[in-house]
């Protein structure tokens, strides 16, 4: 019965066949000898259908004009592009290194902005419609991965060894910056755990780090933070029971650095030789680095000021306390006095202006104008999270305890 089968379909495949070979034979009679073949036809439709594309990148100074005019569009078009772009991005917000493209296809031509590695300005002109403007949403790829270190030589240098990149040290920093002076804290043997999410753009390049959960160890103490997003859509981070990591006051001015000298009631001042009380804590760094408010509030002065040299004063919220950052090199952009300051916000940077020997922040806390020992604050925790969400939050936190604990470092795309 196979072998039946096998005659009879060769055979109809042979009958079938006869026609086509006819049919071919006709077709290569009929067709002139200067006619394209089919190969050239299908590469003479692709090239036709070929997007022209061309792009160029935001330099300092360019406005979007300028970048539209060297992608080779009349000022009347440039216009326009702009006007339709006003409806959903207006693009004055353009930012250097980012991209416009221009591609044509026959008599359409589209303009596309990439605003950011989620999302992109797209510009579509057609004849009899004229321009249309809407903003591109893509998916980003992300990986999870955890990583632990010990303090060997210095937190960013083991960090480094264990793989991480300067900007998620930093935002670990930022994560524990209530609980741990890292300028003062940190002994060697401490050690961390970090889980985090990295995410890529659609070239794969890496867009930026979310921390999901860590922990650290810092002179014995063990200090856990869990990223948990409550049902108003905020995002904190809390402890395994539920406490908020955020408090009060930072208990740092300066994100890393060395302390070269410490609140006393008498010091011998470097500059004028003789003895006084040093009323704040000096922190030690490079000219230049970032100055944060450690807590909300307003400045309530900002200039030079004797010995102390540039001086940024802010009075917080709750009207009692407020803290001097002196010897700045410069002050932060749009710091002026009156200027409300988020907790974090850079007001300065590091300098040595004023009676200093070196570069150094010198910080003062004041309780009702009084110079107090920074050092020795106790820091009040923000709101802890919901009852009616600690259910929930503990469930999360207890899955992502276990995964930290569990996972084998082995790379996970979702």
Not at 187 to 203: A, L, P, Q, W
Not at 213 to 221: L, V
Not at 349 to 376: C, D, Q
Request: glycine share 8%; aromatic share 10%.
């Amino acid at each position: 019965m196979r072998k039946y089968m096998k005659v009879v379909t060769l055979s109809l495949f042979a009958l079938c066949g006869i026609p086509l070979l006819l049919l071919a034979a006709v077709q290569e009679k009929s067709i002139p000898k200067e006619t394209l073949t089919q190969q050239e036809w299908l590469v003479a439709d692709t090239a036709f259908l070929q997007p022209k594309a061309v792009a160029e990148y935001v330099q300092a100074g360019d406005t979007a004009g300028v970048v539209l005019k060297r992608l080779g569009f009349s000022a009347i078009e440039v216009v326009n592009i702009i006007q339709a772009a006003a409806t959903v991005y207006p693009l004055k917000k353009i930012h250097i290194g980012h991209k416009f493209t221009r591609e044509t296809i026959q008599h359409a031509t589209w303009v596309t902005y990439q605003i950011d590695a989620e999302s992109s300005l797209q510009l579509v002109f057609e004849k009899g419609k004229g321009w249309q403007a809407e903003i591109k949403k893509y998916q980003l790829d992300s990986r999870i991965e955890v990583v632990s270190a010990t303090i060997e030589e210095s937190l960013f240098l083991d960090a480094a060894k264990a793989g991480l990149a300067d900007r998620l040290i930093l935002k670990l920093v930022d994560m524990f910056a209530w609980d741990i002076d890292f300028a003062r804290d940190l002994r060697k043997g401490d050690s961390f755990t970090v889980m985090f999410e990295e995410s890529y753009d659609r070239d794969g390049r890496q867009v930026d780090y979310t921390i999901l959960a860590a922990s650290f160890t810092n002179r014995g103490r063990v200090f856990t933070g869990i990223l948990y997003v409550n049902k108003q859509g905020v995002a904190e981070y809390y402890n395994d029971q539920g406490h908020n990591l955020r408090k009060t006051y930072l208990k740092s001015p300066v994100k890393y650095s060395r302390i070269s000298s410490r609140f006393r009631a008498s010091r011998k001042h470097p500059v004028l030789g003789y003895t006084r009380a040093h009323r704040g804590v000096d922190y030690a760094a490079k000219t230049g680095t970032p100055v944060r408010a450690i807590g909300d509030g307003k400045v309530i002065y900002k200039g030079w000021k004797g010995g102390y040299g540039r001086l940024i004063e802010i009075r917080h919220h709750n009207g009692i306390h407020s803290t001097a950052y002196a010897h700045l090199s410069r002050y932060a952009k749009r710091i002026q006095k009156g200027t409300y300051v988020q907790q974090g916000q850079v007001i300065g940077y590091v300098g040595m202006s004023g009676l200093a020997t070196g570069p150094h922040l010198h910080f003062e806390f004041r309780l009702r104008g009084r110079a107090i020992n920074p050092l020795r604050i106790k820091h009040t925790p923000a709101a802890p999270v919901n009852k009616d969400e600690l259910s929930a939050f503990r469930l999360q936190a207890k899955k992502m305890l276990h995964m930290m604990s569990e996972f084998d470092q082995t790379d996970h795309w979702g």
